[in-house]
């Protein structure tokens, strides 16, 4: 056995002593053949390249670039964190020796870029040839979307970053801490891990916050958050505070279970009562309900009118009070999920969520209940009469995001990188909005986030929210 072995590796070094012989000698032999081209890509010389940010109108490539023989072709390819594909764009310019181009990336046109919210990251590479087949591609460079048009100060760790105008370090660093906390719940007490880094932009003014959002967006939106470059846009002034920081962290909560489980069209199958319930049930430290929907949840309670849990499973209804009932109530299941069974159980139904399950059988799963059933154990636990459930079993349906995947003017219109027709760019903008508070309304209630928010909004909003058909 050990002759053989020894022979064997004998057999072995004589192989590997060949090949390394044979790889020196095609190395020699490549560089010999491709030398006249590695010496000519030295003649091109980028002199100078920058990106010019003019958020909300475009950012700007630039690039001044030298060589022996005429440039005659300029490729630009942009790649965004986050965005499953890049674009590239043949950059129109006179062939000369000596060249100075520009791209403008549109953030107001889908078909020249398309949108990209402040704190949006990526890198772009120049392709330049000229006329004598000399070839240079720059290395990557990066670049960060930025809102000049205000003066942000920042507070942030490796996890988050919060970023305000207006307000001092107090305004500031009361939203941080909030943030952390919210942040810190969901990754310790509920176990979501791998949570990307979040940023978080605070516009003071109603003007402002729209000039900063996509083209078109609702006039009742809020706050809004683009999941996959990690940010987080929202509109509240310094004295409306306790509304922020419930915003704060509602809109976090969404941004991180949207980063968890999240399917290649978008979210897939976590019952929106569950979205949302979760979202109110980490607006505070201690998880507090919030007093209006409290309110009408405990009189729908008494009065036996609570909505069947089934209802809400992919959106709450249009009705303001009956909006407001469905916060109330998603927050109380939650809540008793998360206190009498466990967060442990509550994470693990999480984990079974993001495998693709469907929103009763992750249920039945973990908890060995499907939704109606789940509903009546916690009807029981407030006191209420069991729901009748009826015994047919429901059709299976397909899976639906539960996020909405994209505004329609920002629909998705993935283009492979690989494409060097004039400028049409991919634009995956993964969006959940959420209406802000009535500036005409003086009083805020504290916790006016989502449907609660509807009731102050009047007719115009509840025009917006039939049109827009649940994606409260
Ligand atoms: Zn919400």
């Not at 399917?263 to 505070?284: C, F, K, Q, R």
């Not at 442990?344 to 973990?366: C, I, M, N, T, W």
């Not at 539960?402 to 004039?422: D, G, H, K, Q, Y």
Request: charged content about 20%.
């Amino acid at each position: 056995m050990i002759r053989q072995r020894a022979r064997l590796n004998h057999v072995l070094f004589f192989f590997t002593m060949r090949l390394k012989i044979f790889s020196a000698c095609f190395l020699a032999l490549m560089s010999l053949l491709l030398a006249p081209r590695a010496f000519a890509q030295s003649p091109i010389v980028v002199a100078s390249q920058s990106v010019d940010m003019l958020f909300p109108r475009a950012m700007r490539f630039n690039l001044e670039a030298t060589s022996a023989a005429p440039i005659r072709t300029l490729i630009l390819t942009v790649r965004q964190r986050g965005a499953a594909l890049g674009s590239r764009f043949a950059v129109p310019f006179a062939p000369a020796t000596n060249i100075r181009a520009e791209f403008e990336w549109s953030f107001q046109s889908a078909a020249a870029g398309g949108y990209l919210p402040p704190g949006a990251e990526g890198d772009y590479t120049w392709h330049i040839e000229d006329a004598a087949d000399n070839v240079l591609d720059t290395p990557r460079a990066e670049y960060v979307v930025t809102d000049r048009a205000h003066k942000w100060a920042t507070r942030a760790n490796d996890a988050l970053s919060v970023n305000w105008y207006q307000g001092g370090d107090d305004f500031g660093s009361a939203i941080f801490t909030r943030a952390v906390a919210a942040r810190e719940f969901l990754a310790r007490e509920l176990g979501i891990e791998n949570i990307p880094p979040l940023k978080l932009f605070i516009y003071a003014t109603k003007g402002e916050f729209f000039t900063a959002l996509p083209p078109f967006s609702a006039e009742w939106t809020g706050g809004r958050m683009f999941p996959d470059y990690g940010v987080i846009l929202i509109n509240f002034a310094p004295e409306n505070m306790e509304w922020g920081l419930r915003a704060t962290s509602h809109e976090l909560s969404h941004a991180i279970l949207h980063s968890k489980i999240r399917g290649t069209i978008g979210e897939l199958s976590v019952p929106h009562w569950l979205d949302e319930g979760l979202a109110v049930y980490n607006e505070m430290n201690d998880h507090a309900p919030d007093e209006q929907f409290e309110r009408v949840f405990l009189l729908a309670a008494r009065r036996d009118t609570l909505i069947p849990l089934k209802k809400l499973e992919q959106r709450f209804p249009e009705d303001t009070s009956e909006a407001q009932l469905a916060y109330g109530q998603s927050y109380d299941v939650v809540k008793f999920m998360i206190e009498e069974y466990g967060a442990e159980k509550f994470s693990a139904l999480l984990d079974v969520y993001e495998r693709g399950a469907l929103p009763d059988d992750g249920l039945r799963q973990v908890y060995d209940m499907n939704q109606d059933e789940l509903e009546n154990a916690w009807r029981q636990k407030i006191g209420a009469p069991p729901r009748a459930i009826s015994t047919a079993r429901m059709p299976t349906v397909a899976p639906r995001p539960t996020f909405e995947v994209s505004a329609p003017l920002n629909a998705s219109t993935a283009v492979p990188a690989v494409s060097t027709t004039p400028p049409v760019a991919p634009t995956r903008v993964a969006q959940v909005e959420h209406p802000a508070p009535n500036s005409s309304t003086p009083a805020l209630p504290a916790s006016g986030l989502c449907g609660g928010v509807v009731m102050l909004s009047g007719v115009a909003a509840l025009r917006a929210l039939k049109r827009r058909a649940g994606k409260v």
